[in-house]
């Protein structure tokens, strides 16, 4: 019997979905739930080659200099390998895999980068059936949308190092305000789409606290995942 797949999903970057991550596996596996933790981009791996090329400007400056579908073939690639080496087993062994990120993550940024409606979507068609059907990825059970505004996430960028680097230099995503803009209203779309839960990290304009939101998050995944 296969297992179950849980992602940890933002519209924007420094949203907290490493921090939400951890507390949520920690707190399974305490639980004593066959749990195991995965990250995309895996950087620990030379899959994820030319994602660090693509987000370090090595293809251009700026994320539209790169093509939704092009772009989305790097990730893609990262994820197959990660798969295939560290998790397909385990997965179909009947274990549950929490990840941070996912294919959900292109479907955020990638689509954000086409403004037609109907090109869009046809895009996010065309993902599906490249991740899902034609490389064989699981598809997610259950989506936890982590729903914090850019007013908020740009300042928290602002004060974080570069994921790749270790330096304050930030990547092609992170330094293009309009761009996170962009992201971040084409997740919320994308949210509805799917049917994601979504959490609102804000209240009050005020970012709630960590344990806050991990308690909501938690109290999700209980209630609409069978486990």
């Known amino acids: 019997m ?25 707190r399974m596996r305490g639980e004593k739930y066959n749990i195991r933790k995965v990250e995309y981009p895996n950087y620990r791996s030379s899959s994820s080659a030319l994602v660090k090329m693509y987000l370090n400007g090595e293809f251009g400056c700026r994320p539209d200099d790169v093509n939704a ?8 690639v990262d994820r197959y390998a990660s798969y295939i080496k ?13 990840s941070d990120r996912y294919t959900t993550s292109n479907m955020v940024h990638q689509a954000s980068k086409i403004e037609d409606e109907v090109q869009r979507n046809s895009y996010l068609d065309w993902l599906w059936d490249l991740e899902f059907v034609k490389l064989g990825l699981p598809v997610p059970d259950l989506v936890i949308f982590l729903d914090v505004p850019p007013v908020i996430s740009n300042n928290l960028i602002s004060k974080r190092k570069n994921k790749i680097t270790g330096s304050s230099q930030k990547d092609i995503h992170e330094r293009d305000r309009d761009y996170l803009m962009k992201t971040y209203l084409n997740a919320c779309r994308v949210a509805e789409k799917y049917g994601w839960k979504r959490i609102e990290c804000t ?10 939101i991990h308690d909501e998050i938690y109290k999700n995944v209980i209630q609409n995942l069978p486990l």
């Open 203 to 212: 209240y009050d304009s005020c970012l709630r606290s960590i344990e806050d």
């Open 86 to 98: 560290e998790w397909k087993g385990f997965y179909e062994d009947g274990g549950i895999v929490l």
């Open 69 to 76: 579908y092009a772009a989305s073939t790097f990730f893609a």
């Open 2 to 26: 296969k297992g179950k797949l849980i992602i940890i999903e933002a519209g924007s970057d420094a949203s907290g979905k490493a921090t939400q991550t951890k507390k949520l596996f920690s």
